[in-house]
């Protein structure tokens, strides 16, 4: 078989893993979508914004996103991406995860990718090639899952706000002209999207805020430029939040010349 650049063309290859390698340009965008099979979606460098009707997830470089069989799912690229997605027989890993979430590759689960990208779509189902498969799924057993994620509400108008926050977080339109804009009363649009993310507006837009600054300092934005392009008027303040929210400071993403070396391998 010839390697293709869609992912349709890797869902009936008769091995358990199939590996999709690409490189995407800043801003690309792939539309709702879904697989026959499960994904693990990693990028060598950039970043990667995958958005389920369920939630919106961010992948840094070292870290992948798991997308079960058949969940309907976007795609955006911030920054050159290179992609390895791996496309998962659900019959060659029944226990895998049943749920979308980002987790840590490590730095064997990187080279596997790496390796597994490089081996014949149909590879041999004995020896080597088998075996750098196998281990590639006890490692994502392993994986440590990140909360670098947002749930979306299911209320049609309520995702509609989210969508529009999400496309840009800096915006600061009050929480009332939030509600008018979804035809509710503050008391329920506040109430219904508690009950419908398991969190509170403003937390909500808080950690859309912070997801979308670690998206720009993973892509070589300072940190102050990112605080300020997601509407910190402090970049002080913001690494604060940043921190309690991550359990890290916004420095620890920062990318620079040898950092970008390493994940472009």
Same mark, same amino acid.
């Given at each position: ?165 999400? #496309?840009?977080? =800096? ?10 804009? +979804? %035809?509710?009363? /503050? $008391? @329920? !649009? ?33 940190? #102050?430029?990112? =605080? ?10 913001? +690494? %604060?939040?940043? /921190? $309690? @929210? !991550? ?19």
């Amino acid at each position: 078989m010839q390697r293709s650049k869609k992912g349709i063309d890797y869902q009936y290859v008769p091995r358990p893993i199939a590996v999709l390698t690409d490189d995407y340009p800043p801003g690309f965008h792939d539309p709702m979508h879904s697989h026959v099979r499960a994904q693990l979606v990693y990028a060598i460098s950039g970043v990667t914004i995958l958005t389920t009707q369920d939630a919106s997830y961010v992948a840094l470089p070292q870290r992948a996103i798991w997308v079960p069989p058949g969940v309907e799912h976007e795609v955006f690229c911030r920054g050159r991406v290179q992609i390895r997605t791996l496309y998962i027989s659900p019959e060659a890993a029944p226990d895998l995860p049943q749920a979308c979430h980002v987790f840590e590759v490590s730095n064997l689960l990187r080279e596997l990718i790496i390796a597994a990208a490089e081996l014949p779509i149909e590879y041999a189902l004995e020896g080597h090639d088998a075996r750098i498969m196998a281990l590639i799924l006890d490692e994502i057993h392993l994986a440590r899952r990140i909360p670098h994620f947002v749930p979306m509400p299911t209320n049609k108008r309520l995702a509609q706000v989210c969508s529009t926050i999400l #496309a840009d977080p =800096a915006q600061h339109t009050t929480l009332d002209k939030w509600a008018s804009a +979804a %035809a509710m009363g /503050r $008391r @329920t !649009f506040t109430r219904t999207f508690r009950r419908e993310t398991g969190m509170s507006f403003e937390t909500w837009r808080r950690q859309v805020r912070l997801m979308d600054a670690l998206c720009r300092i993973a892509t070589g934005h300072s940190v #102050a430029s990112a =605080a300020l392009d997601v509407g910190y008027n402090s970049p002080s303040a913001f +690494a %604060a939040v940043f /921190r $309690r @929210t !991550f359990g890290a400071p916004p420095t620890q993403y920062a990318v620079n010349e040898t950092t970008q070396a390493a994940h472009l391998g």
